[in-house]
């Protein structure tokens, strides 16, 4: 079965520190790979997303992540993060149902960005 | 609408009554999916319709869970004989176009809460 494993539940940082969450899945095939942020109090946002093409996708708010297919990894980073950045980050994948259909999320258990003043 | 509307923010039932949640997908979205949300982090896809037509129901629970799309009226997921283990938030998400790319808008989410 498809799954996403996020790496870091829980990650402490101070301002303008540089970020880095891991993202791995599982599955051979062809993927896309979301990132998502749900800020307190707020529903769930799309950061980023992988679907073809250039493997470095740059998102909102100054995010990019990195597909890179023989790690299945899809990591994703900021260089310089802020106290706003303070919010529970999921990485998703797309498991394949039928080709060229729009298909369901598998969803890494999330990681906990609290970012100190 | 261009958000994804849930009714309502927050639903409280005893175990063993019916609950019924809402979800009004964006204007123009053919896909609406279900997830539900236990214990803050765990999402668990449960049920996706292309318009009203169930699309994948792969993860809906096979007794007390149901879900509907009906031309004209919100989606709803109904669960009947609540259970405790059934507290979460559910939230609802849209997309549209059939390409794998397309990203999902979410909703608020319900929080059920079962006494």
């Known amino acids: 079965a498809q799954s996403v494993s996020q790496h870091n539940h829980h990650v402490i940082l101070s301002e303008a520190a540089s970020l880095e969450l891991g993202c791995n899945y599982s599955?051979?095939?062809?993927?896309?790979l979301f990132w998502y942020v749900q800020y307190p109090g707020q529903h769930l946002q799309l950061l980023l997303k992988?679907?073809?093409?250039d493997p470095l996708v740059k998102g909102i708010k100054g995010f990019e992540a990195e597909f890179i297919k023989s790690k299945f990894s899809f990591n994703l980073r900021k260089p310089s993060v802020q106290w706003s950045d303070t919010a529970e980050y999921f990485c998703a994948v797309n498991a394949p149902l039928r080709a060229g259909n729009n298909r369901k999320l598998i969803w890494g258990l999330g990681t906990s960005l609290a970012v100190n003043p | 609408g261009e958000e994804v509307a849930q009714t309502p923010k927050h639903l409280v039932r005893g175990e063993g009554q019916k609950a019924k949640l809402y979800c009004a997908p964006i204007?123009?979205?053919?896909?609406v999916f279900w997830y539900q949300q236990v214990l803050k982090n765990e999402f668990k896809f449960l049920i996706s319709?292309?318009?009203?037509?169930?699309?994948?129901e792969t993860g809906m629970p096979k007794e007390r869970f149901s879900a509907k799309c009906l031309p004209n009226s919100p989606c709803s997921l109904e669960i009947q004989a609540t259970k405790l283990e059934d507290s979460a938030v559910y939230f609802c998400?849209?997309?549209?176009?059939?390409?794998?790319?397309?990203?999902?808008?979410f909703g608020d989410g319900t929080r059920l809460s079962i006494l």
């Open positions: 599955y051979g095939g062809t993927v896309n």
């Open positions: 319709f292309q318009n009203e037509n169930v699309f994948d």
């Open positions: 992988y679907f073809s093409g």
């Open positions: 204007k123009g979205h053919s896909y």
């Open positions: 998400a849209s997309s549209q176009g059939t390409l794998g790319g397309q990203p999902q808008h």
